[in-house]
């Protein structure tokens, strides 16, 4: 092999970090059967779509057989299309027309825990005997009959429930519906194994792995005042040997893990994405989205400042430096919508939500753009329980009303922070219901701000504020070599703006971000950038179109960075160093 053979294949081997990951909402993407619920056709009508954006990848929230009470995250049947979403003869259309499109695709499998009508379940619970008595986590109850711990589920109640038939309890980390696998159990870890073969062969390039650093539990099951949920359920004992397992038994090793790991610590992290491990690629974390809230309550504000956030970023960038890598994402699916959360959805939507898409994806990792944020959606306007549809924000709304909260102050917590937020239908033309569904209802309504912020009037629009227009741009900037290989560094930031660095052999880029309502004086942020070598270029701004006080590639682009930063604005700046 020469060794441009060589540098092409493994080109071809770690595509993913030259990569651009959209992530689709499966029921919330497009329906084109009119049912009012997305499905797979629809999917493949916006293939073309997907393309134009500049899209390497998609990855699909799950499509599998399932009752949804999660949404899909409770899977029936692991090997076959919920109808809802079509057949699995649309599967192989989308993932072949995908594939012709020059996009790969990532199915999201959800091994922690299956649904309860999941057929290894309804044998489980039958009988202590057979061969799926060990497939979930069994135990005998207290001594006073209770549960063997005080472990709360995630979506409320106690994360235990009991089988006459078993005369056992078994463990559920989130709902009753959702019975945690044993992965103790090498039969069911192998089973598990197979189920991504069998969608390898399909055609699938890769997996996003759903709270996959819980499915290791301390087998003693302690209380948690004891000894916290690290090592506990959160990045147990065997995580790392079961993940190179399930690893090692994929018939393609190329295929890309994305491990979604909510609570993950850095030493874990650090573990799962050493390529020596071949263990994940990389992993999806929390923390900056957490900065805005009481750590352990999400329903709790805390205020916040870009500074915050951006150190959250940067600190995971230092821990995911050569020779790991890592995942970019500002939100998904059970998030809030990040220009409502971290922008402003109203006067600088524009101008918020497009720095904010420069100060995430231009850091060193493979962006993932969950569906809508590159139009601008924002949090739905919900008015009260009735608008809540996911079954996190029902169970809260309830125990936030036992426990007396005023309801003024329950809406205001579940507006800020409800899954439902991130969960409307896409928003393609000023139709109605946004060209979703010809339905009469979609399964949720749309925003109502979807006549006036949709894809097709930002695709057309010529005012030099189209957000899609911008991500267009941006994603094509990211692909140049300065951001895709050079090193990170912060270099300052404060309670409105912050600055970062990317650079890698003779290349520097600068990314300086305002994120704040207000026109920032250079005094503020410039002492923090490197002086300017007169062959600055003004790479990309947010108010390029009709800028007065920028000009592009003009070699003054440090003097532009002088000058003041209007509300929201981010500026790439760019130098070949040594000439
Ligand atoms: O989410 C895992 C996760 O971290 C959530 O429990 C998160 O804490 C939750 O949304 C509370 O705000 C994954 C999926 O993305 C989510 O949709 C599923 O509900 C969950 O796992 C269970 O499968
Ligand atoms: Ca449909």
């Known amino acids: 092999m020469d060794l441009q053979e060589f540098f092409s294949e493994e080109q071809d081997r770690y595509w993913w970090k030259n990569a651009v990951i959209y992530h689709i909402y499966p029921r919330s993407f497009m329906d084109a059967n009119g049912d009012g619920i997305g499905d797979l056709q629809g999917i493949i009508q916006k293939l073309p779509y997907l393309a134009e954006l500049g899209v390497d990848a998609v990855w699909m929230g799950p499509v599998f057989d399932s009752p949804h009470v999660d949404n899909g995250y409770d899977v029936r049947n ?31 499998l959800v091994l922690n825990h299956s649904s309860d009508q999941h057929a290894w379940f309804q044998a489980s619970a039958a009988s202590r005997e057979g061969e799926y008595a060990d497939y979930y986590i069994w135990r005998d109850p207290a001594q006073d009959g209770g549960p063997p711990n005080s472990w709360k589920a995630v979506f ?104 979604e790991t909510p609570g993950v610590t850095a030493e874990a992290a650090r573990a799962y994405t050493d390529p020596e491990n071949k263990a994940l690629d990389m992993v999806l974390t929390f923390e900056h989205l957490e900065v805005d809230q009481i750590p352990g309550s999400k329903w709790e504000p805390r205020s916040w400042q870009p500074a915050d956030l951006m150190k959250v970023l940067a600190d995971w960038q230092t821990l995911t430096a050569e020779p790991r890598w890592h995942a970019l994402y500002m939100s998904n699916h059970d998030q809030p919508r990040v220009v409502s959360r971290y922008g402003n959805d109203g006067t600088y939507r524009y101008e918020s939500a497009s720095a904010l898409a420069v100060l995430w994806y231009l850091q060193r990792g493979t962006p993932i753009v969950y569906q809508g944020d590159e139009i601008g959606m924002r949090n739905f306007p919900i008015q009260g329980y009735n608008d809540l549809s996911d ?145 600055c270029e003004l790479l990309l701004c947010n108010y390029m179109e009709g800028s007065s006080s920028v000009e592009a590639g003009t070699g003054a682009a440090f003097g532009a960075a002088s000058g003041e930063l209007r509300p929201y604005e981010a500026r790439v700046l760019y130098y070949r160093s040594g000439s």
């Open 78 to 108: 692991y090997r076959s299309i919920d109808p809802m979403f079509g057949s699995d003869r649309d599967m192989a259309d989308l993932i072949d027309a995908a594939h012709a499109h020059g996009i790969k695709v990532l199915l999201d």
């Open 156 to 259: 409320g109640g106690p994360a235990w429930t009991w089988v006459e038939a078993r005369q056992q309890y078994y463990l559920h980390l989130f709902s009753p519906q959702q019975p945690d696998l044993n992965w103790e159990h090498p039969a069911l870890r192998s089973e598990l194994t197979e189920i991504a073969n069998f969608w390898i062969e399909r055609g699938a390039d890769g997996f996003r792995m759903d709270v996959i650093n819980f499915i290791s539990k301390a087998q003693d099951f302690p209380e948690l005042e004891e000894r916290g949920v690290h090592g506990v359920f959160i990045d147990g004992p065997r995580m790392l040997e079961f993940l190179q397992e399930f690893r090692a038994g994929l018939i393609d090793q190329d295929v890309v893990l994305v491990g």
């Open 391 to 535: 079954l996190e924000s029902r169970n809260a709304w309830e125990s936030m009303e036992d426990e007396g909260l005023p309801r003024e102050e329950i809406l205001r917590r579940i507006r800020r922070v409800a899954r439902d937020n991130g969960r409307t239908p896409m928003q393609w033309t000023g139709e109605k219901h946004a060209g979703f569904t010809e339905a009469d209802a979609p399964w949720y309504p749309l925003n109502p701000d979807s006549s006036e912020w949709n894809a097709e009037s930002q695709a057309q629009s010529e005012n030099g504020r189209s957000l899609l227009q911008f991500y267009q741009q941006l994603l094509i900037l990211l692909k140049d070599e300065v951001f895709r290989s050079g090193d990170f560094t912060l270099l300052g930031g404060g309670s409105t703006w912050t600055a970062y660095q990317r650079r890698s052999a003779g290349e520097t880029a600068i990314v300086v971000v305002n994120l704040s309502d207000e026109c920032l004086e250079p005094e503020i942020f410039s002492s923090a950038l490197p002086t300017a070598p007169e062959n």
